[in-house]
Antibody
Framework: EVQLVESGGGLVQPGGSLRLSCVAS????????MHWVRQAPGKGLVWVSH????????TYADFVQGRFTISRDNAKNTVYLQMNSLRDDDTAVYFC??????????WGQGTLVTVSS | QSALTQPDSVSGSPGQSITISCTGT?????????VSWYQQYPGKAPKLMIY???IRPSGVSSRFSGSKSGNTASLTISGLQAEDEADYYC??????????FGTGTKVTVL
């Protein structure tokens, strides 16, 4: 059974940093691109970033350029999202998802990031 | 463009068919066949319902179907059931090698 379990969310002050983790199981992790998608409270889904199977290619949404870094450790079946210079509008549930056939076929339950003073 | 355009809400009676549109541009929806659709219940993670415009993943009801014409993709739910009441989002790959979600549509079963 495919499972994606996110962790690392919490309350952080504006300008602060957090690192999210997503541990994958139930599939061959290094065969899949991995994505992060976020959802602000009461709002829609927003794609954040993705990373290639071997970690050599990463892409980001314009609004996180230079502030967030996606990475992966295939030995640990884990994808990360390092978030720096956090702003109030980064408050959201962050979902880890698996990429397949141009879609995101499995999703974790999400981890809540709250940016507030 | 910050998001693909979807209607805020669509409603129908049990047994009816409804269609949700997803409008983008030639740089996203119109650029290739990577449109996907997701169903989300309140407080839950999204679930993939359609990928590559019209393909249903294993386990998804055949009542869900997808199509695309030009820069607009569509999700049709036939034989509407109470359990279909949820939020639905489209998503498309873009020519900038990013992904763009739709604004989301709340489906109400009357």
């Amino acid at each position: 059974e495919v499972q994606l379990v996110e962790s690392g969310g919490g309350l952080v002050q504006p300008g602060g940093s957090l690192r999210l983790s997503c541990v994958a199981s139930g599939f061959t992790f290094n065969n899949y691109w991995m994505h992060w998608v976020r959802q602000a409270p009461g709002k829609g889904l927003v794609w954040v970033s993705h990373i290639k199977t071997d970690g050599t290619t990463t892409t980001y949404a314009d609004f996180v350029q230079g502030r967030f870094t996606i990475s992966r450790d295939n030995a640990k079946n884990t994808v990360y999202l390092q978030m720096n210079s956090l702003r109030d509008d980064d408050t959201a549930v962050y979902f880890c998802t698996r990429g397949q056939n141009g879609a995101r076929d499995f999703w974790g339950q999400g981890t809540l990031v709250t940016v507030s003073s | 463009q910050s998001a693909l355009t979807q209607p805020d809400s669509v409603s129908g009676s049990p047994g009816q068919s409804i269609t949700i549109s997803c409008t983008g541009t030639s740089s996203d929806v119109g650029s290739d066949n990577s449109v996907s659709w997701y169903q989300q219940y309140p407080g839950k993670a999204p679930k993939l319902m359609i990928y590559q415009v019209s393909i249903r993943p294993s386990g998804v009801s055949s009542r869900f179907s997808g199509s695309k014409s030009g820069n607009t993709a569509s999700l049709t739910i036939s034989g509407l059931q109470a359990e279909d009441e949820a939020d639905y989002y489209c998503c498309s790959h873009t020519t900038r090698i990013t992904y763009l979600f739709g604004t989301g549509t709340k489906v109400t079963v009357l």
